[in-house]
C-alpha cells in the first residue's frame, strides 16, 4: 500500500441523521478532486482508505463520496470528537494521508 502526499484543509464538522447519527467533516471539492485522481483502488462504496488527523490526534478510517457534491466526507469517531472538544459546526482544521 503506497502513501500519497499529505493534503491539509479547513472544513466545519456536520450531522447526520437524528439520535446517534454520523459526524463527519466534508473534504472541499479541490481535495476531493485531488483523491479521486490519485487514489488507485477503492474499496466498497467508492470509499478510499486514509489516515487522518485532527488538532494532532490521528486515526485511520476511511473517505466516503458523496454522489451529490462529487465531495468526499471524512467520518469523525466519538472518541476523536471528544478529545479535541468538537461539536456541530466547529471549525476544524484536517491533515489527510491518502493510501492508494
Excluded: Q
Excluded at 439520535?19 to 476531493?32: D, F, L, M, N, R
Excluded at 488538532?55 to 465531495?71: R, Y
Excluded at 471528544?82 to 491533515?95: A, E, L, Q, Y
Aim: net charge positive; glycine share 12%.
Amino acid at each position: 500500500m503506497r502513501l500519497m502526499s499529505e493534503l491539509l484543509f479547513e472544513s466545519m464538522l456536520w450531522k447526520w441523521g437524528g439520535k446517534g447519527g454520523w459526524y463527519s467533516a466534508t473534504v472541499p471539492e479541490e481535495i476531493s478532486g485531488i483523491i479521486r485522481m490519485c487514489a488507485a483502488k477503492k474499496n466498497g462504496f467508492g470509499s478510499v482508505h486514509v489516515s487522518a488527523s485532527i488538532g494532532g490526534h490521528e486515526w485511520k478510517t476511511s473517505l466516503f463520496a458523496d454522489a451529490k457534491s462529487g465531495c468526499y466526507f471524512l467520518p469523525a469517531k466519538a472518541e476523536i470528537r471528544r478529545t479535541c472538544k468538537m461539536s456541530t459546526g466547529d471549525p476544524i482544521n484536517v491533515r489527510l494521508n491518502v493510501f492508494s
